[in-house]
């Protein structure tokens, strides 16, 4: 391991990815209460619910070309406060409208981090010679799991606004204590805004693309099981009950489960063989949610999702990391783009859907896609490989 890297290293960056989704974490069970609130139907909440994707998509290559600036570690010192203060504009919202543009602002500042997270991890593989990025989006899940939880467990006792500063403002303290030592790993030769010109789509590698059609279908399905589990279960389990978040909570247990061994099995099976497996377990899962099964048998549902979904990102960002030296962050930041912005047009849809054919069938829309990304994980092959078979 280089001189200007440690182990304490590794345990810091997967420490901020446990702490970066406690926001998220404490925003998502509340989507049910927020929809009582406003009174809104799965239409409206699914037009409100594109104000996190969208705010991806359109600050992803802004946040990338900071992140080559100034370097990872500034960047997480000053969005994190940010992050925190934004996360509880949603729960103030008074009608669809305000919420599209309060997550919009939220999604703003989630994205400065998640960019950020994912070029460092991508940054520290390659310059520790080791594979992280599994664990690293294995702490991000759990710190989803343990924020879900604390936030449907706590909102029974104190109000959701109360309940999201508290956790947000906890772990912003500690992320901002973790990040100060962190050393900045961006290359020297690396491109920046003032040196190279603006990247077109033919000066992008053939691979990153075939990478892109795996990880679109993966990342869709785990965006609807965070926007759509709490509102599937509140459906399915009798009125008044106050566990719906619980799925959430289910799913985001086994994401983190899935990335944890997620590096050990990369190394014994392959990326291909890997992601073939979980994306199988995730179209069992989605098959359960769709079936007549009583209520209980869909946390047994969210599990089979959250595996099989678990590795699909982390395995797309090493891949693109991977791909040029020079150009990870604006790799890192296409792909999530491209991934990510299939979530502007998933929410809506499955909203109109839900309305007509109800929530079960809805997800059923998910299905297609995740055969894709079964067939396209042919292309996650280790980069030297990959070179013998993609033309440049």
């Known amino acids: 391991m280089p001189p200007t890297l440690s182990s304490g290293t590794v345990r810091l960056i997967m420490a901020l990815f ?11 069970p509340h989507i049910p209460f927020v929809q009582s609130n406003l009174e809104l139907s799965n239409a409206q909440l699914a037009l409100a619910l594109l104000g996190l994707p969208m705010a991806f998509v359109f600050m992803s290559k802004f946040a990338a070309k900071i992140v080559a600036r100034h370097g990872a570690p500034k960047v997480l010192l000053t969005m994190f406060p940010v992050q925190a203060v934004t996360v509880v504009l949603p729960l103030l919202a008074v009608d669809h409208i305000t919420l599209f543009l309060a997550l919009l602002v939220f999604g703003a500042a989630m994205t400065f981090l998640n960019v950020a997270l994912n070029v460092y991890a991508g940054q520290l593989e390659k310059a520790a010679k080791k594979s992280v990025m599994n664990r690293c989006h294995g702490f991000w899940a759990l710190g989803l799991t343990v924020s879900s939880f604390l936030a449907a467990i706590f909102t029974t006792a104190v109000s959701p606004v109360i309940t999201v500063l508290t956790l947000t403002t906890a772990t912003t303290l500690l992320a901002l204590w973790l990040a100060r030592p962190l050393p900045n790993l961006r290359p020297q030769s690396a491109d920046t805004p003032s040196k190279t010109k603006r990247r077109k789509l033919r000066d992008y590698p053939t691979t990153l693309f075939l990478i892109v059609l795996f990880v679109i279908s993966v990342t869709m399905a785990e965006g ?18 106050s566990t719906a978040g619980l799925a959430i909570t289910v799913f985001s247990a086994f994401v983190a489960f899935g990335r944890f ?48 979904l678990s590795v699909g990102f982390p395995l797309a960002v090493s891949a693109a990391a991977a791909l040029e030296d020079e150009h990870d ?7 999530s783009v491209m991934a990510i912005g299939t979530n502007v047009v998933a929410p809506p849809i499955i909203g109109l859907l839900a309305d007509h054919f109800g929530i079960s069938l809805a997800l059923a829309a998910l299905l297609p896609g995740l055969c894709l990304s079964f067939v396209m994980a042919r292309h996650l092959t280790p980069q030297p490989e990959l070179q013998k078979t993609v033309p440049a």
């Open 224 to 241: 609807a099981m965070a926007n759509w589990g709490a509102v599937y279960m509140a459906e399915r389990l009798p009125e008044g009950t």
């Open 329 to 335: 962050a604006d790799n890192i930041a296409f792909l």
């Open 261 to 308: 061994i997620g590096d050990y099995l990369k190394t014994r099976m392959g990326s291909t063989n890997l992601a073939r497996m979980n994306v199988g377990l995730a179209i069992i899962g989605l098959l359960i949610l769709v079936a007549p099964f009583p209520p209980l048998a869909s946390f047994v549902g969210f599990a089979f999702i959250g595996l099989g």
């Open 18 to 28: 446990f702490l970066h989704p406690f926001a998220l974490g404490g925003w998502l």
